[in-house]
């Protein structure tokens, strides 16, 4: 999963940076008078940045274009669902979303097709996180009162997914949440 | 030199942070118990404590930035004390009506207050909301003016482009901009933008909240204004923090005072200008923000940390690789705190990735970052300076053993506190809930961890609030002889 | 400066105008996604009966409902659907179908109703009769109400954007910019908008105006407020800056 390889190579970083630390740490209390710091600083500090910059610019072009905005944008999508977040409920729907008479039904979705999610909100915003049946955070966008945001997205396995409110909405923000299915 | 005036305002604010610390940290260890299932509240009190740690955390950790920057920069320029003193009194006044809206009035729609839920909160009283907004106006007011006439102080002495060290980037300068004053400068600009960011969503929502449903906001407008505020404010207040490293680092590891370069003057300009297009990172998964804005937020966040780690930690490094230098508790809390800051920087590029966003944000990886870089980062910044200023009339900066153990229980107890925040982000645990649900698994078992370690890191700033402001009180005690 | 002036009046104004529509926020998503009616369409200058489907899956549809004998909104709404229609440049596919939903309506009065607006001879644009309007109505969610009295249909103005498949893309009501005509124009090309905004009271602040030409989004006036805590630092720092200098020359 993506986030288990984000958290192995932030602790790598974190190790690395400390190790640093320490090691700089330790070496000012070497018992050598003569010692006096970092010969040619400014030339090591130019590689230093050069190299973090190489590094960002790299991590940069790799990861943009694979930013939600980007992903499916040339595909047809074989469903659309509308979405209507409200304190505290999901209203999940094939059709339209009255917005003065919200009903929501049961969604079916098919797997490995494009599936497009139509959010918005009634109210306050709210979050829309699709959780997967291990309970592993997939994607998601945010329910904004007045505009409506498209969520595109391929579910490559059948089984029971769940939706979290991500965004606070009052107190009943945590029991926010609705099903669907994949088959 | 420092007014005894001065120094005992200074005491008086650290006293006052330190007790607010405490009572936060204690709100957050709560907080993480009940989300443990440890203890059982209902779901209002929790978001109020929530809205209480919050905005109280953010308010202290900044006035402490803004409590050292004035202090040391007397140095410099003469500072206002009567502003000073009236921030005091507006910000204890502020701090009070906040209190009285969250657990009075039950106002619970977290600190950044995003619109439009505190219009819509049916939890709280009908003057919770106007109220909580009017304590922020008296906050914004007391430490607009002081960041003002500080600007305006150090203008009496410098011209605005000496300020931000315009002269360094050719060569041989006249006039020299001590780094202190250029990154206090650049700091103090954000500062001021935030609150005036602030004033503005303030006013939009007076302007609705009076108009009897005439006039409704644009939720998307409000939300950019709101982390303009939230984002920026936050992010200034550490940078507050790294001027007094500037200002002391050397100085009290017997060392020559770093002296403004070319290189400081450009990457601390730089950073001017990042920090303030840094916070479209908030707004990733609102897909109507245009996807250009989208791309500025993920290139300035990222381009932020190159000025800062790229000149500041370097310069760090660099004092401190191969040179003897006089270690006591001070220095050695900046050198911890700039590791923090590191940390959670690296937690914050990897969040501020728009692609890595997609399944972090809202998660507990973002409590997990920002806490790094101030529960271990901003807070030892300010211990530091705090500690250096209750004693630098007694000159006992040796380390004990009982430094050392005060400072490991701090860093057990930040390190297992924290650790248990990255691993609830990674296993998709969303933050602010107030319980969690059943499916998932680790959540309430993380929750219990980093409560136990929260603990930790309380006993080790108890020791830290007892020894601090015994000497506080002392100088606050201290007649002019 | 004075430019900036004109520019935030003009929104005012038309923010005004929008706030008189009043519309339910969601209106515009219902039916979206939903198939059209294939009903049997009588063309103007054209013999033969032919079904909706034949249309669609030629080119892409804009469908504007209207009747010959309204005083009301109808001609406005051409005109101004007309009009815009000009200003786009895209090289996207697409047809006008003017339909009438008045049963008095017949080929020789829409055909009246194309020369007045000098589109008989528009290639885009086709006008027609149906007899199966109920059924049409009810697939795009339309309910005009006859008004006895004043003899007119009292209706909202509705385009319908309908894609080669015969789904319902977009519909937009009321009398809207060609900003709006243009993100239409886009959907039923099936080209992806990640986010579009609802039809609101006032978009006097709203941030972003949707450009479907070019896909992106044009600053608003909300933009302009965005930018303003930076401005006004700007000018505190300024203003601080001037006073203090006056005082460290004299000292």
Known sequence: MQQDSILHFFLILAAISTIVFVFVFFSSWQDDTNNEGVKNALRKRFWFILILLVSLGIFASVTIPKSPYFLFADEVPSKIIHVSAMQYAFLLSEKNIDAKNPVGESIILPSNRLVEFRVTSLDVNHGFAIYNSEMQLITQTQAMPGYVNSLRYKFDKPGKYQVLCLELCGVGHPVMQSTFKVQ | MESLNLKKITSLWIITILVLFVVAIVLGIVMRLNQGEVIKLEPLAFYTNMTTHGITMIGIWFVAGMVSVNYLMERYVKTSYSINLFAFVLTVIGVVILWTCTYIGNFSSGWTFLYPLPLKDSGSAPWATPMYLVALTILGIAWLVWSVSLMAQVLKKYSFSQLLAWQHLKSNPKVETPPFILISTVTLIGVIASLIAAVIVIVLYFAEYFSNGNFVNDALLMKNLTYFFGHTIANEMLYLGVAVIYEIFAEVSGRPKWKTTWYVALAWNCSLVFILTAFFHHLYMDFVQPEGLQIIGQLASYLASIPAVGVTVFTIILAVYRVRIKWSIVNLLFFIGVIGWVIGGLGAVIDATISNNVVLHNTLWVPAHFHTYNAMGNVLFSLAFFYWFSTQHIKILVISNQTLYTMGLLLIGGIGFLIAFYMGGADSVPRRYSTYPSGLASASYLAKIGASFAMLYLGAVLIFFYNISKRCFGILYSSPY | ?251
């Not at chain 3, 004109?6 to 008189?20: D, E, G, P, R, Y």
């Not at chain 3, 669609?56 to 469908?63: G, M, Q």
């Not at chain 3, 009321?174 to 990640?194: A, C, F, K, Q, W």
């Not at chain 3, 505190?236 to 001037?242: C, D, E, G, R, T």
């Open chain 3, 1 to 251: 400066m004075f430019r900036n002036f004109i520019f935030v009046a003009i929104l005012a104004i038309q923010s005004t105008i929008n706030a008189q529509h009043n519309i339910s926020t969601l209106d515009e998503e219902k039916n979206i996604y939903e198939k059209i009616s294939n009903v049997p369409l009588k063309i103007v200058n054209r013999d033969d009966v032919r079904k909706f489907e034949l249309l669609y899956k030629e080119k892409p549809v804009i469908l504007a409902l209207v009747f010959t004998q309204c005083s009301g909104i109808c001609n406005p709404f051409l005109i101004q659907l007309k009009n815009s229609l000009q200003f786009i440049k895209t090289d996207k596919n697409y047809q006008i179908l003017v339909l009438s939903f008045d049963s008095r309506d017949n080929l020789e009065s829409m055909s009246k109703l194309a020369k007045r607006f000098e589109l008989d001879n528009a290639i885009n644009w086709k006008f027609a009769i149906t007899d199966s309007i109920q059924a049409l109505n009810n697939s795009v969610g339309f309910s005009p109400l006859w008004d006895s009295i004043r003899k007119q249909f009292d209706h909202e103005a509705l385009l319908v954007g309908i894609n080669q498949e015969g789904y319902i893309a977009k519909k937009l009501i009321g009398v809207r910019s060609h900003y709006d005509l243009e993100l239409m124009i886009r959907s039923i090309n099936h080209i992806y908008t990640p986010s579009y905004k609802l039809p609101a009271k006032n978009s006097l602040f709203s941030c972003f105006n949707y450009d479907p030409l070019t896909g992106k989004n044009t600053p608003g006036t909300g933009l302009l407020i965005i930018v303003l805590p930076a401005f006004i630092t700007a000018i505190i720092i300024l203003f601080v800056a001037l006073i203090s200098r006056t005082k460290r020359l004299s000292s």
